[in-house]
Nanobody, 116 residues
Framework: QVQLVESGGGLVQAGESLRLSCAVS????????MGWYRQAPGKQRELVAV???????NYADSVKGRFTISRDSGKNTVYLQMNSLKPEDTAVYYC??????????WGQGTQVTVSS
């Protein structure tokens, strides 16, 4: 059974940093990319960052230059380093794994709260 387990969320002040981790257990065939999404109260879930199999990355404009996504293939883990956090980064952050057959796997989410 596939499980995505996020960790690393919490409450920080504006300007501080957090590092999110997502450990993937179980077998997923044909992984195309791994990424992070977030959903703030009253808003739709949005893409934050994605890293595809080749190692290429893509970021939402709102986090470029502040967030960095990385992957440890050996540990089947994806990370999101978040620096210079802003109150508008407050959301539940979800880990995602997408396959070439267009199947998506999601974690349970981890809360990130940034106070001003």
């Amino acid at each position: 059974q596939v499980q995505l387990v996020e960790s690393g969320g919490g409450l920080v002040q504006a300007g501080e940093s957090l590092r999110l981790s997502c450990a993937v257990s179980g077998s997923i065939f044909g992984i195309n990319g791994m990424g992070w999404y977030r959903q703030a109260p009253g808003k739709q879930r949005e893409l934050v960052a994605v890293i595809i199999l080749s190692g290429s990355t893509n970021y939402a404009d709102s986090v470029k230059g502040r967030f960095t996504i990385s992957r440890d293939s050996g540990k089947n883990t994806v990370y999101l380093q978040m620096n210079s956090l802003k109150p508008e980064d407050t959301a539940v952050y979800y880990c995602n794994v997408a396959t070439r057959s267009l199947r998506n796997y999601w974690g349970q989410g981890t809360q990130v709260t940034v106070s001003s």
